[in-house]
């Protein structure tokens, strides 16, 4: 029982770490293909909030289809790294990752089609990574 708990508790630890880390490569990108004007206080809510209701609508579509890709891939290792393939190991990474991306919606003006499109290619990913983590159905 117990490796099958630390295997469970292992594959998500490490599936979040890799969606930590693609994560941070597409905020690299949006940072290196939409900068913030020099001298602006990235500290300060309101630059932030001014600074997203710039973004070119095409580096948008960009960060929806890498997030998407980040979803896919770490829900994918859950599962796969999960005991028996478990979908509920990569259930839970792509929850998490829908939980914050919600948030993260929440607080910062993006246009809507934005959130839609990442509304609806989340549940995508966890849904096409959960099936593919799963393999094709072992007897025994």
């Known amino acids: ?8 508790a292992g594959s998500i630890v490490l599936s979040l770490a890799v969606a930590l880390g693609l994560v941070i490569a597409v905020e690299v990108f949006g940072a290196a293909v939409h900068p913030f004007p020099p ?5 300060d809510p ?3 909030k001014a600074h ?17 890709l980040t979803v896919f891939v770490s829900v994918w290792l859950a599962t796969r790294l999960g005991p028996n ?3 509920a190991h990569g259930i839970f990474v792509g929850l998490l990752l829908l939980s914050a991306v919600t948030c993260n919606m929440t607080m910062l003006p993006y246009p809507v089609w ?6 609806v290619i989340f549940p995508a990913a966890i ?4 099936m593919v983590g799963r393999g ?5």
Request: proline share 8%.
């Open 114 to 119: 934005f959130e839609v499109t990442n509304w």
């Open 1 to 8: 029982m117990l490796p099958s708990v630390l295997r469970s």
């Open 46 to 48: 309101e630059v932030i």
């Open 127 to 130: 849904y096409a990574a959960v």
């Open 85 to 87: 393939r478990h979908p």
């Open 52 to 68: 997203v209701a710039k973004f070119p609508h095409w580096v948008l579509a960009v960060v929806a289809i890498a997030w998407g």
């Open 39 to 43: 001298g602006a206080d990235t500290s």
């Open 136 to 140: 094709p159905r072992r007897e025994g």
